[in-house]
């Protein structure tokens, strides 16, 4: 069963913000700062884990400043085994993400590429895939809000905001 944000009191809303916010530094230096024990800490972070609601940690990485200079949105086309050719999509070293979506087109691939070559190459590859019927992309000219820095509002907005 999935876990829904009523399941969660004060603390661990808590905890989840703080670490969206940055997952930096200690148990102890965050436990402080949320002027908690350590160990407290520590047992509310694993079993927001083992509901899966924290799935791991990791840098924020600004991909166009390594080199990643061709990113686009490809909306794709599919007829026949949705999920197959999603995996298959997810396969590509160059594909960000893979949304299932609504609307005109099935799914959507976020790709990031070094260069235009590698750019071309990977439209190519996700249109040769059995069951692509086509695509349409958009290139992204700058990430105006990366979505890594959405930070879910979990708290109950206080008087003041």
């Known amino acids: 069963m999935m876990a829904v944000a009523q399941d969660f009191d004060e603390l661990d809303k808590r905890i989840i913000e703080m670490l969206c916010t940055s997952s930096q530094g200690s148990f102890r230096q965050i436990a402080k700062k949320l002027g908690v024990h350590p160990t ?38 599919v007829e026949g085994d ?7 999509i997810m396969d590509i070293d160059q594909v960000v993400s893979v949304f299932d979506v609504t609307g005109d087109f099935d799914c959507i691939a976020w790709v990031a590429c070094r260069d235009r070559e590698e750019f071309s190459n990977v439209v190519k590859s996700i249109l040769s895939i059995p069951g692509v019927r086509k695509t349409n992309t958009s290139v992204i000219l700058n990430v105006v809000k990366d979505p890594f820095h959405f930070i879910p509002k979990l708290m109950e907005p206080g008087p003041h905001e």
């Open 82 to 88: 949705m999920i197959q050719v999603e995996s298959d």
């Open 40 to 77: 407290t800490l520590i047992q509310r972070v694993k079993a927001l884990e083992s509901k899966g609601v924290i799935n791991g940690y990791r840098a924020n990485v600004d991909y166009m400043r390594l080199g990643y200079e061709f990113m686009a949105m490809v909306h794709i086309y």
